[in-house]
């Protein structure tokens, strides 16, 4: 209701079936730390039940964008809504639409699998016959059940990505944010982590991910290439790849024509 506690909320897909309304919606959104320009003027919006990815070189302003949705940092200018409610007046609406999983996410290694799983369903107060069917779910499709009563800390690195996810999706997220999730994981882990992903998507979640593999970028639904802040590319896969033999010499030959533009009007400046 406008002028409510949570802030003024902007109808949605939810409320207005068919009319089109993406779940994500960012408006012209820049981050500044001091004058330095880390995301610069990104507008992008995500339907619902889609996978959305970010690729790009190290320091182009993904984790920050990501961070930025997930109101953690707060948008420099511009605006983000989610599900039609504004992350900066709704933050506290948003914190129950969305699953954050950081690049180094906080699983207790002193914990067993079990565990970890069991703070996250207490954190989010996940009670009563909802709380063993969910527990069993996520242990059994992240195939972490044979090793329920392991430390945290003993598994492989893969194994501990699917473990944070899981606890990610404990509560059930219209919307799924991670920051390199798969990030020097082995490739069959990198599979069955995508192989959840892709679950998820069917079920109707909404998934925004940053990777460093091309390959990853290419399940994606929707790309954006991101370099120095900016967007290059936006588009299915396919788009950006066009008639380049890969998806990375698309990529590279973006960027060096971006960081060439770039060296030129600095040399005109």
């Given at each position: 209701m406008p002028g409510s506690a949570e802030g003024p909320r902007i109808p949605t897909a939810t409320?207005?079936?068919?009319?089109?309304e993406p779940l994500v919606r960012v408006?012209?959104?820049?981050?500044?730390?001091?004058?330095?320009?880390?995301?610069?003027?990104?507008?992008?919006?995500?339907?619902?039940?889609?996978?959305?990815?970010?690729?790009?070189s190290d320091g182009a302003g993904k984790s920050s964008l990501l961070r930025m949705i997930a109101t953690m940092i707060r948008p420099t200018e511009g605006r983000i809504l989610l599900n039609g409610y504004d992350v900066l007046s709704a933050r506290r609406k948003i914190k129950r639409l969305i699953?954050?999983?950081p690049q180094r996410f906080g699983l207790y290694e002193d914990l067993t699998v079990g565990e970890n799983m069991d703070f996250f369903l207490d954190i989010f107060a996940v009670r009563g016959p909802e709380r063993k069917e969910r527990r069993e779910r996520f242990l059994g499709f992240s195939n972490l059940d044979p090793f329920v009563d392991r430390l945290a800390g003993n598994l492989s690195g893969g194994m501990k990505q699917k473990l944070g996810l899981a606890c990610v999706l404990v509560h059930h997220p219209e919307i799924l944010l991670l920051d390199e999730p798969t990030n020097g994981v082995d490739p069959v882990s990198r599979e069955e982590f995508w192989d959840i992903l892709f679950q998820m998507r069917d079920e109707g979640m909404t998934?925004?991910?940053?990777?460093a593999y091309l390959d990853e970028g290419e399940k994606c639904d929707l790309l954006a290439l991101m370099h120095r802040g900016v967007f290059l590319d936006l588009g299915p896969p396919a788009d950006i790849q066009g008639a380049f033999p890969t998806l990375e010499d698309a990529m590279i030959d973006r960027i060096g024509k971006a960081d060439r533009e770039l060296a030129h009007d600095q040399f005109k400046i």
């Open positions: 409320d207005r079936a068919g009319t089109g408006e012209g959104v820049s981050l500044f730390f001091g004058e330095i320009p880390a995301v610069k003027n990104i507008s992008l919006t995500v339907d619902r039940g889609k996978i959305f990815g970010l690729i790009g699953g954050y999983m998934i925004l991910v940053s990777t």
